[in-house]
Nanobody, 119 residues
Framework: VQLVESGGGLVQPGGSLRLSCAAS????????MSWVRQAPGKGLEWVAD????????YYADSVKGRFTISRDNAKNTLYLQMNSLEPEKAPLYYC?????????????WGQGTQVPVSS
C-alpha cells in the first residue's frame, strides 16, 4: 500500500488549496478514505472521511463549510479542496485509508504534505 500526498505549500489566510493523494497497492474503490492533520507540537486532528463510492462524506466541525473531500476512483486519487484557510503554523495533512468496510482504525498513512497559512 502506498499513499502519496501532494499539493501542499504556502498560502495566504483566506486563500485556497487543493491537496491530492495518489493511492496504489490496493483496490482503491473498495476502501473508505480519510484526511487527518497535525499542527506542530499538537496531536492528530481528524478532518474528513469519504466512503468507497464517494456518496458518504463526513467533516470535522472545524472545517465544515470550508473544506471538500472527494475522490476519483478511476484515477485512484483522493482530494481535499480547502477554502477560506485560517492562519496556521504549517500543519501536516495526511491521507489515510480505513480497513475494509470502514471498520476499525486507519491502517495506512501517507507521508504528509505541509500547508503553512501565513501572510
Amino acid at each position: 500500500v502506498q499513499l502519496v500526498e501532494s499539493g501542499g505549500g504556502l498560502v495566504q489566510p483566506g486563500g485556497s488549496l487543493r491537496l491530492s493523494c495518489a493511492a496504489s497497492g490496493f483496490t482503491f474503490n473498495n476502501y473508505y478514505m480519510s484526511w487527518v492533520r497535525q499542527a506542530p507540537g499538537k496531536g492528530l486532528e481528524w478532518v474528513a472521511d469519504i466512503n468507497s463510492g464517494g456518496g458518504g462524506i463526513y467533516y470535522a466541525d472545524s472545517v465544515k463549510g470550508r473544506f471538500t473531500i472527494s475522490r476519483d476512483n478511476a484515477k485512484n486519487t483522493l482530494y481535499l479542496q480547502m477554502n477560506s484557510l485560517e492562519p496556521e503554523k504549517a500543519p501536516l495533512y495526511y491521507c489515510a485509508k480505513y480497513p475494509k468496510c470502514g471498520l476499525g482504525a486507519l491502517d495506512y498513512w501517507g507521508q504528509g504534505t505541509q500547508v503553512p497559512v501565513s501572510s
